[in-house]
């Protein structure tokens, strides 16, 4: 008992006690970790293969097509557009369009930047213009829009930077 009332053995016997509490603490929050089951919250999904992103986009149709309020009558054939894909000049992006040779419409379905810009506004049609308007990362540079029309029932592309149209702008004045 003498060990206890001195000094020396009071303060060992303190750190003993609070190495045995950070022990128990660990090890009840290890357990508890292990018991756990976020139910695959915390889980990272697998990439989704080709296969699997035709399925998903199919979907998407799907529920697009069944909030569309005006249904065809029996007696009127839908015409088929021609489908495809165009890549924008200077390596600015692609994009999924479909063209209607009967009505000579642009109808873009499905758009992606590229590296170094992003999407700032999108006009997708059906119209005989389609436009896609990208921001570049770079504050300096010129903000690019690319245009798509449809010529022989293919997609065409042009495209018109910022200091173009600030010019045009200019010409109008």
């Known amino acids: 008992m003498e060990f206890i009332r001195s000094e020396l053995g009071r303060r060992r016997l303190a750190a003993a006690g609070w190495v045995c509490a950070v022990g128990i603490a660990f090890l009840l929050g290890a357990w508890s970790f292990s018991q756990a089951d976020p139910g695959g919250q915390y889980g990272r999904p697998d990439p989704l293969t080709e296969a699997g992103v035709r399925h998903e986009l199919g979907q998407a149709k799907q529920r697009g097509r069944t909030t569309s309020p005006?249904?065809?009558?029996?007696?009127?054939?839908?015409?088929?557009g021609s489908t495809s894909t165009v890549r924008f000049p200077d390596g600015l992006g692609t994009a999924r369009a479909e063209c209607r040779a009967e009505?000579?419409?642009?109808?873009?379905?499905?758009?992606?930047?590229?590296?170094?810009?992003?999407?700032?506004?999108?006009?997708?049609?059906?119209?005989?213009?389609?436009?896609?308007?990208?921001?570049?990362?770079?504050?300096?540079?010129?903000?690019?829009?690319?245009?798509?029309r449809c010529v022989h029932g293919k997609p065409q592309t042009t495209v018109e930077r910022d200091s173009q149209a600030d010019d045009s702008d200019a010409d109008d004045d």
């Open 70 to 80: 005006a249904p065809e009558s029996p007696s009127s054939e839908p015409s088929a």
């Open 103 to 148: 009505a000579r419409t642009v109808t873009l379905l499905s758009w992606t930047p590229g590296e170094g810009y992003s999407v700032d506004d999108v006009a997708p049609g059906p119209a005989l213009r389609a436009t896609v308007e990208l921001e570049s990362a770079a504050d300096d540079a010129d903000d690019p829009t690319v245009r798509i």
